[in-house]
């Protein structure tokens, strides 16, 4: 779980170590796979999918919104070769405002 923290705290000094958590209790079993658990920012099919899953399903946000979230993430995140999909997901939620909802 520090590994988690740790990770978004790269992007978020101030991260909530209780949102963290519930991000990755969402993810659950996709985690224990190191593909699932990581996010292709260069994937239009991947960046699709945390569109729908993420954004619209979990978060309630869609359309041009959600595309910009996801965009500051990506660009945010750009610099790491290996995208946590805990911490990009978290930081598309705090992209949005949504941290305080999950």
Not at 19 to 27: G, M, P
Not at 68 to 83: G, L, N, V
Request: aromatic share 6%.
């Amino acid at each position: 779980m520090t590994d988690y923290l740790a990770d978004v705290q790269k992007y978020d000094s101030s991260a909530d170590e209780a949102v963290v958590n519930k991000i990755v209790r969402h993810l659950g079993i996709a985690l224990r796979n190191k593909d699932s658990a990581l996010v292709s920012a260069s994937d239009p099919k991947e960046l699709e999918r945390v569109r729908e899953k993420w954004c619209e399903k979990k978060l309630g946000v869609g359309g041009s919104d959600a595309d910009a979230a996801i965009a500051a993430t990506a660009k945010a995140m750009e610099e790491d070769r290996s995208k946590s999909r805990v911490t990009f997901y978290y930081l598309v939620a705090k992209n949005l405002g949504k941290l305080q909802t999950l």
